[in-house]
T-cell receptor, first 113, second 112 residues
Framework: GENVEQHPSTLSVQEGDSAVIKCTYSDSASNYFPWYKQELGKRPQLIIDIRSNVGEKKDQRIAVTLNKTAKHFSLHITETQPEDSAVYFCAASTDGSARQLTFGSGTQLTVLP | GAVVSQHPSRVICKSGTSVKIECRSLDFQATTMFWYRQFPKQSLMLMATSNEGSKATYEQGVEKDKFLINHASLTLSTLTVTSAHPEDSSFYIC????????FGPGTRLTVL
């Protein structure tokens, strides 16, 4: 089955700097890649997603890039703010939807004021 | 707004008792719901996939008789932790798919 690896497990950045979280996947048939943000004690929430027919997608300060050849995708957060502090999960799906998702292990992002 | 609700948000119970957690899809029908368990500072661990009108599909290593899942309607799935023990203490989160994957707010279970 699909295996998703996520790095780093923890990441600290200064407010205003950029943060990058990387994920690799094993199944070349994967075609949908969402990213979730989970604040402490709260539900994971979708922040951005990308499909395999697109190489990059941006939404304000958040962007995701996908390299199908290398089977990896990354989350980029620019101009980080303290409220960006949370755990971020990547995921991959082979059915083009959010039904069958394999999650990464998560990255604890801390934005230092 | 939230599209998946979960109840209760917190529950404390004595060892040996059973606890039921409800997951509801709001304003949409979910033939499939997913139940996850999450330990502190760890990822979401899929426990089982709940299917309306049929048996749930459990992940390897998850005890079917301990974690009973019932998906009685298109908007409600329940997870019952039977004969709970302290090691069952965890954060349980349900999830459903509408256009995207949405998660419930989670249930913090503490077994004394």
């Amino acid at each position: 089955g699909e295996n998703v690896e996520q790095h780093p497990s923890t990441l600290s950045v200064q407010e205003g700097d950029s943060a990058v979280i990387k994920c690799t996947y094993s199944d070349s048939a994967s075609n949908y890649f969402p990213w979730y943000k989970q604040e402490l004690g709260k539900r994971p929430q979708l922040i951005i997603d990308i499909r395999s027919n697109v190489g990059e997608k941006k939404d304000q300060r958040i962007a995701v890039t996908l390299n199908k050849t290398a089977k990896h995708f990354s989350l980029h957060i620019t101009e980080t703010q303290p409220e960006d502090s949370a755990v971020y999960f990547c995921a991959a799906s082979t059915d083009g939807s959010a039904r069958q998702l394999t999650f990464g292990s998560g990255t604890q992002l801390t934005v230092l004021p | 707004g939230a599209v998946v609700s979960q109840h209760p948000s917190r529950v404390i119970c004595k060892s040996g008792t059973s606890v039921k957690i409800e997951c509801r899809s709001l304003d949409f029908q979910a033939t499939t719901m997913f139940w996850y368990r999450q330990f502190p500072k760890q990822s979401l661990m899929l426990m089982a996939t709940s299917n309306e009108g049929s048996k749930a599909t459990y992940e390897q290593g998850v005890e079917k008789d301990k974690f009973l899942i019932n998906h009685a309607s298109l908007t409600l799935s329940t997870l019952t932790v039977t004969s709970a023990h302290p090691e069952d203490s965890s954060f349980y989160i349900c999830s459903a798919v509408r256009d995207k994957r949405y998660f419930g707010p989670g249930t913090r279970l503490t077994v004394l």
